[in-house]
């Protein structure tokens, strides 16, 4: 079945399709289990969070690394940074383990830096176990050189030393490589690859083995094409995809879409992939493999309060850096059970994979950005999270910005969740994004320079989200996001009210309005598709 803008029909057509047995929303249901990795307006993101779903999150049980035994004493005011970084060394000297607080408040005026893998930040839990920064990233680490404690760094900070070193060296000028570095190609893509594709013909395998993570990268070219595919292969007419280019061609972080992925087989010049592709990889693109490079994995923080000390909200793009937890060159990592108060910013990815929050809340003052997903980071889930109405109020120019997705950021899923602040996006084509299951008071803006492109590309959904202000911004996205589906909205009875970003049909269809709709959570129905339904009801109750 094919559905055509069902935002041009009329209400009362509209209204005869709800009086069906069958809603539309089952429909495209029905469309999407037939073929889960190609269909054309709802993306497969079952594969997203920690180890693609397959697993449920760890319960690292050793070795154990006490603070106190490191000189740590809770409740006093003269600071926990070096005994907790010697307790951080010693986990990383041993190969991993858990770096256990006891209950209390333990005080910070530096930047927690975990820089290796298999490394857990453990408290006795939310509410027992604080970790109090009284100092801010401008102070505790470096000062901002424009602003970019604004959406990015956090004073826990999950970052290899590689990156690290790199970001310091460019003084962090804007438009560096924020994030895979040292990628060393292994392979060409040597024939077309259509999207949904795990089976991808390369040139070489010498330096590939089953297990390896590497990065598939596409590289736009004069004609545009490949920013025109994230966007549904929209009429080259659609958006001047030409001064998007321009502007994506000075940054070292958008001259090519880069895609971290697992290799399950190797074959005689095959690649067998443990999740379909996104997009196509056509032979004008220069499809290539490449290694990972440094990154930290299977690391996480784990119930636990964050809390920063008082401080007035900076005005727009000028914070100081009160920033909570942020994965940045990070994998298969994650955050459970903590909360995160008076921040500045929640929760940040920056070209992060497979990252999970689980069971986490930002409140407090106002934030800037409760959930900052950036740089290309793909295949994150945030499941069971609330952002609380703010204690502060700020002026309407300096709105939250809620959930953030931008930067080509793909397969990342907001799911189960309660929040003030809007669905933000700073554009540069964030595409095949999914919120679901999400009760929201609608109050914020988008941000983003418009010669950095569309706030979205293709495959947005917004399914089973009720807005109890009736406010449409953001979220009623059928006639600005292209080949995209929202279903089962509750509330705004309008589109998005700001003018279209692209030209043209769309492709994008508006289904149940005013209806909760089956399967009520999409991205836990995916799951339970593709795993069945014992081994998804067990990463239900795992996670």
Known sequence: MTFGPLHQLSARVQGLFKKQDASLAAQLWREYTADPARHPRIPNVSHAGYQMGNQPLPDLKGPVFRVEEFGAVPDQTNGCDEAVAAALDAAEKAGGGVVLFP???????????????????????????????TQHLDAAYRTSRMGEWSWTGGLVWFLPREVKAELEASDWAWGTNEGWIENRELAKVTKPVGRGTQRIPVSDTTDITPGDEVILSVTNTPGNSLLSHLCGDLPQDSYDFAQLASSLRKQRNYRQLR????????????????????????????????????????????DCTIRMRAAEQQPHNQDHG?????????????????????????????????????????????RHHSFICREQSHDCLIHEFSIPPATTELAPEALTHGLNVEG????????????????????????????????LRNTGSLGGAKKAGPHWGARFVHWNVEVTNKRAFAVRLEQHAPYSAMVGVIGPTKPHPKPREFSGDLHSVLVDVGTTVSPRNLYLAQLKHRLGPSSARMRKEQL
């Open 259 to 302: 895609w971290p992925v697992r290799v399950d087989q190797v074959e005689p010049n095959m690649l067998v992939l443990a999740q379909p592709t996104k997009i196509d990889l056509r032979p004008e693109w220069d499809p290539t493999v490449a290694s990972l490079g440094p990154h930290v994995r299977e690391s996480g923080i784990e």
């Open 322 to 366: 009160f920033n909570g937890p942020h994965f940045q060159a990070a994998l298969n990592c994650w955050a459970r059970r903590v909360e995160v108060i008076d921040a500045d910013n929640g929760f940040g990815f920056t070209s992060a994979k497979g990252i999970t929050l689980h069971q986490v809340s930002v409140s407090g003052r106002a």
């Open 408 to 439: 080509y950021s793909s397969g990342n899923v907001w799911s189960d969740g309660d929040m003030e602040g809007t669905f933000d996006s700073h554009r540069r084509v964030p595409f095949d994004n999914v919120r679901t299951c999400i009760t």
């Open 103 to 133: 209950e209390g408040t333990f005080h910070f005026s530096s930047v927690i830096w975990v820089h290796a893998s298999n490394v857990v930040l453990r408290g006795a839990g939310q509410g027992k176990t604080t970790l109090y920064f």
